[in-house]
């Protein structure tokens, strides 16, 4: 549908204050697990590698695609640790996304009852993101391994740099923290659009955190108004909510956009009417 703005009721304007620049104590709590829990399970993976090396050769190490090759091997073990990782912090961010949208928008919802619909996109979800996080852990370590051995370090030098220089400094930092980050805000707006959902809001608007760091397909989605049922168009892509899990990787990874919701009483008949027809209309 093509979209069209609309002028916004005052008090509508007034409640738009909400973004994902800092965490709720809800979210937060979920965050932490997500980030301690990822960063549990990088400790054996590490340790694998470093057993990989005890006995490599400089042979061992001359190409990106061997590299890579012996390490999917061995990355590739762990992937149902990682999806009981997601599974779990995933039910964990949709219970802090329900809290937060009954608390911050006093919905009369039961907050601490996840429904199953919610349930079943966390496990799809789980299963994709932790064999995303598993390709990401062996690119990066084959890269890292690869980029030593050609700056003329021995295996020894390798091993020894291992941890401050890829586990330490990359994949249990940064690494890290965009996959925790990336999987709360995703599960959190799950959470909250389910609450949504059970409450009597008819629709839901899209909220860009604007501060020049947001994506430019999230800055012209802000303020964007769907049917409950319906979902948002950004950058060609349709998504039920910011950091559907359904959606490209591109579109969701570092997202820090929310959702409001939106009741009857806070629309013009003529933005009911559009909203109710399918429409996509920006307040």
Not at 178 to 205: F, K, P, Y
Request: aromatic residues 8%; charged residues 30%.
């Amino acid at each position: 549908m093509t979209a069209c703005r609309c002028c916004s009721p005052t008090r509508f304007t007034k409640r738009r204050v909400f973004s994902k620049t800092d965490f709720s104590p809800e979210e937060e709590r979920a965050f932490q697990f997500f980030l301690d829990e990822y960063r549990d399970r990088l400790g054996p993976v590490e340790s694998d590698i470093e057993s990989w090396l005890a006995g490599a050769t400089d042979g061992d190490l001359s190409s990106l695609q061997s590299i890579r090759s012996e390490l999917e091997q061995r990355v590739g073990v762990y992937t149902a640790d990682f999806d009981v990782l997601f599974r779990e912090g995933g039910e964990r961010g949709i219970e802090a996304g329900r809290q937060l949208a009954a608390r911050r928008y006093n919905l009369d919802v039961a907050f601490d009852v996840v429904p199953q619909r919610a349930i079943d996109i966390v496990d799809e979800w789980a299963g994709v993101a932790a064999e995303s996080t598993l390709e990401t852990i062996t690119e990066d370590s084959a890269r890292w391994l690869r980029g030593a051995h050609e700056e003329g370090l021995g295996i020894d030098d390798i091993a020894e740099q291992l941890n401050d220089e890829l586990f330490e400094g990359r994949l249990e930092d940064y690494v890290a923290e965009r996959a925790a980050r990336t999987g709360t805000v995703s599960t959190s707006n799950a959470g909250a659009h389910s609450a949504i959902e059970d409450s009597s809001a008819v629709a839901e608007q899209w909220l860009t955190a604007v501060d020049g760091r947001e994506r430019s397909d999230h800055g012209e989605a802000d303020g964007q108004v769907v049917a409950v049922d319906n979902t948002f168009a950004v950058g060609g892509v349709f998504l039920q909510h910011p950091g559907d899990p359904t959606a490209p990787v591109g579109q969701i990874a570092n997202c820090r956009c929310s959702i409001l919701p939106v009741f009857a009483d806070e629309l013009t008949h003529d933005q009911l009417a559009a909203i109710e027809a399918g429409e996509r209309i920006f307040l």
